[in-house]
T-cell receptor
């Protein structure tokens, strides 16, 4: 079985400050890890993914995430938050051949002006 | 061009009715999915089709029946709608890559279903 935990329902950060949205996972085999963002009344937009290779993955809109195998984590980061980054962020995992993508419960990010 | 599209965007209906949601993708992907997002924003897979063949069928009431006329389309038909079916339903697609692994899933804009 595979699972994802996003321990924070809500993250608040001031504009211009760095942000981190946390994600830990559990999966059999090598993990395929994803971050998606959902703006109000919109679908999920793909941000970035880790399949293999460099542990630091860069994605859309200046976001990046660091894969840490020993801590089974894949935290989303951005050096300088924008008000427009305010949205619901989902971490997701599958084990490659398991085509079922399992999502975390989501973290609402609010960037304060 | 929209990569994954769904119709309708909003669907309001009475309990007991039958309704369908359509999904189309123009990405050339061979795998399509239906997800349900509940009122707490929790996302859960319902079904997945690969090349028109059902490969994932989670514990979903048999009132829900997916249909894939071709690999670019995956429709969701719901019989005898219940209040608890109210949710946002998302369609997604992806491509199986070498080794049988799946690549990134791309999502449609969602269909907000409200059952009165």
């Amino acid at each position: 079985a595979q699972s994802v935990a996003q321990p924070e329902d809500q993250v608040n950060v001031a504009e211009g400050n760095p942000l981190t949205v946390k994600c830990t996972y559990s999966v059999s085999g090598n993990p395929y890890l994803f971050w998606y963002v959902q703006y109000p009344n919109r679908g999920l937009q793909f941000l970035l993914k880790y399949i293999t290779g460099d542990n630091l993955v860069k994605g859309s809109y200046g976001f990046e995430a660091e894969f840490n195998k020993s801590q089974t984590s894949f935290h989303l980061k951005k050096p300088s938050a924008l008000v427009s980054d305010s949205a619901l962020y989902f971490c997701a995992v599958h084990s490659g051949s398991a085509r079922q993508l399992t999502f975390g419960s989501g973290t609402q990010l609010t960037v304060l002006p | 061009d929209t990569a994954v599209s769904q119709t309708p965007k909003y669907l309001v209906t009475q309990m007991g009715n039958d309704k369908s949601i359509k999904c189309e993708q123009n990405l050339g992907h061979d795998t399509m999915y239906w997800y349900k997002q509940d009122s707490k924003k929790f996302l859960k897979i319902m079904f997945s089709y690969n090349n028109k063949e059902l490969i994932i069928n989670e514990t979903v009431p048999n009132r829900f029946s997916p249909k894939s006329p071709d690999k670019a389309h995956l429709n969701l038909h719901i019989n005898s709608l219940e209040l608890g079916d109210s949710a946002v339903y998302f369609c997604a697609s992806s491509q199986v890559v070498r080794g049988g692994n799946t690549d990134t899933q791309y999502f449609g804009p969602g269909t907000r279903l409200t059952v009165l």
